[in-house]
Structures are given as C-alpha cells and as structure tokens.
C-alpha cells in the first residue's frame, strides 16, 4: 500500500476513486496525459473538478507534441481516400491543437 500524500493545500489524500474504460478511451487519455506534462492523478483531478490545465513547455511536451504531430500526418496520409475520419483520432487533433495554441 501507498505512503499518504498531501495535496498543494496540505489536505491528506486518502479516498481512492476507481472506474473503467475502454482501450481507446484509455489511449486517448493517456495521450492527453503525455501532452499535459501531468500525472495522470493530477490531470485527472484537475479535469473532474473542471480546472484549468495548464502545459508548462518543457522539452518532454515538445517531444510528445512532435511524436503526436507525425502519427496525425501518418494516419492523415492513411486516411486521404477516406471519407469518414475516427472520432477518437479527431479528438487526438483537437487536443493537440489546443495544447499548442495555448503554447503561442
């Protein structure tokens, strides 16, 4: 079992929460997890809890936002006859948008 951990406030946390997920949805959250230079605990609860997140520019988030940037152009390639595109990929796209817009 885990060492107790205080928060930014100094609050113990202590309640565990725990759901499921499909594989994609675990891929696409993992991926904003990996652009948002967060663990996952606090993006997650900054998510929940309707809270900003904020991408600090480190040289890890650049190298994440280029590994996601070349697997958009592949899958973009990929899907140039196609007429539908994955809603989860649009989602990936979206995201990466936003992570570098707010980069500017």
Known sequence: MSERALDKQGRWRCKNVNFRMSSEEAELLDTAVKLSGLTKQEYLVNRVLNRE???KSTPKIYKALKTEMD???SELRRMESCSEANPDFLAIIEFVARTV????
Not at 101 to 104: F, L, P, T, V
Request: hydrophobic share 60%; glycine share 10%.
């Open 53 to 55: 997140i904020i991408v």
């Open 101 to 104: 817009e707010g980069m500017k």
């Open 71 to 73: 697997n958009i152009l």
